[in-house]
């Protein structure tokens, strides 16, 4: 707990380590072991906070305990999360203590009875429960405490709206504060005192330097997951937001289940040549491949509106090799997309979906996660 705090005034490099871009959340998962713990009683919520929060909103990071890992092996662990995994899962290895970093760096976290969700919840991390071993905490202990003060993931509300909640009643929740307080009883001195005593057991004489706190050392790469060539399909809610700007949010179609209520109205994004067939025939949107020398955007398209009946628009990127895209729509229409003022990051996919939803020509502002862009549409 005393490296934790030392930690927070560095929560920002913290953030860019774990490669958090401007605007975008980090929720921590943490999970204990046993049948009662996170991923015992509740893995479906890695698919849950990968399915139903946007993803150029939130990064996901799933901190496991070591008894699970050496439990059942790297390879197993990895095996159960490999599809959450290629859709941009973030598992730090047992070995290392980049938990404690992203504890520092979290906006939110769902926890089990677990020490993570203690000393979460004494940073003042806002979080809910996702499971919990009532029948093996000990009453009256600070765990016990807090798994009656922090909310339990409902089945069926959508989890943003969950976290946006639990933000807003945790902030100055003054009895989540009292638990917290009762992690340590001398903060910022366990080095020094638990120091002493070693010494004083071994009869040495303590080193010269003092025993203070170290700030969280900064975490290293995760190792980064092999991807193919293919983008995974993509539900996009596209929407006007009260300034004029169109806000346009991405959820992993793969992970969908349950209906909470977190898709409005999307349309359904992906890739020409996925090599998943459940998808061919309800794209709405298809990211093509660039036009072979011979081929014209027109004829391009139709090679792909033949292997995808209920396509729509057809989306290439331009051949100048900018981020903006042409698009082919099936009653042969063409219009054309160029990012403006730095939108250039956002890609010729964003660009796509923003053709399918807008009618005409212009200039539309456009907000994915914390990043916004110019596409003059033409």
Same mark, same amino acid.
């Given at each position: 707990m005393d490296d934790l705090r030392a930690g927070l005034p560095f929560r920002a490099e913290y953030r860019a380590a774990l490669g958090l871009t401007p605007g975008r959340k980090l929720l921590v998962l943490t999970s204990t072991w046993g049948p009662h713990s996170l991923l015992g009683a509740n893995m479906d919520l890695v698919r849950r906070a990968l399915a139903e929060l946007p993803h150029d909103e939130?990064?996901?990071?799933?901190?496991?305990?070591?008894?699970?890992?050496y439990g059942h092996s790297g390879w197993q662990v990895r095996a159960w999360l490999a599809p959450y995994l290629r859709a941009g899962l973030l598992l730090p290895a047992p070995e290392t203590d980049t938990w404690k970093a992203a504890l520092v760096a979290a906006d939110a976290f769902i926890g089990d009875h677990g020490s993570l969700t203690l000393y979460a919840a004494a940073l003042g991390v806002p979080g809910l429960l996702g499971?919990?071993?009532?029948?093996?905490?000990?009453?009256?202990? +600070?765990?016990?405490? *807090? #798994?009656?003060? $922090?909310? &339990?993931? =409902? +089945?069926?509300?959508? *989890? #943003?709206?969950? $976290?946006? &909640?639990? =933000?807003?009643?945790?902030?100055?929740?003054?009895? $989540?504060?009292a638990i917290g307080g009762l992690v340590t009883s001398r903060p910022t001195r366990a080095a020094e005192l638990l120091r002493r005593l070693y010494y004083e057991r071994l009869e040495l004489d303590e080193p010269a330097w003092p025993a203070v706190p170290r700030p969280v050392a900064l975490p290293l790469p995760l190792p980064a997951e092999r991807y193919g060539p293919v983008p995974p399909p993509m539900f996009v809610d596209?929407?006007?937001e009260p300034d004029g700007t169109l806000g346009l949010r991405r959820h992993v179609a793969e992970f969908q289940g349950a209906v909470t209520g977190h898709l409005a109205d999307p349309h359904l994004v992906v890739a020409e040549g996925d090599p998943d067939g459940r998808w061919a025939g309800a794209a709405d949107v298809v990211l093509g491949r660039a036009p072979g020398p011979r081929e014209t955007y027109r004829s391009a398209a139709e090679r792909v509106f033949a292997a995808h009946g209920g396509c729509w628009l057809v989306a290439f990127p331009d051949r100048e090799g900018g981020a903006g895209c042409v698009a082919v729509t099936r009653d042969g229409g063409v219009l054309g997309g160029r990012w403006e003022e730095g939108g250039a990051a956002l890609g010729f996919g964003v660009a796509a979906s923003v053709l399918y939803a807008v009618a005409g020509s212009g200039v539309v502002s456009v907000r994915v996660g914390g990043a916004v862009g110019v596409l003059r549409v033409g």
């Open positions: 939130y990064r996901v990071l799933a901190a496991v305990h070591p008894n699970i890992w499971a919990f071993g009532d029948d093996v905490v000990a009453a009256g202990s +600070p765990m016990a405490r *807090l #798994g009656a003060a $922090l909310p &339990r993931v =409902a +089945p069926d509300v959508p *989890l #943003g709206r969950q $976290l946006r &909640r639990a =933000a807003a009643a945790q902030a100055d929740d003054e009895r $989540l504060a596209v929407r006007p």
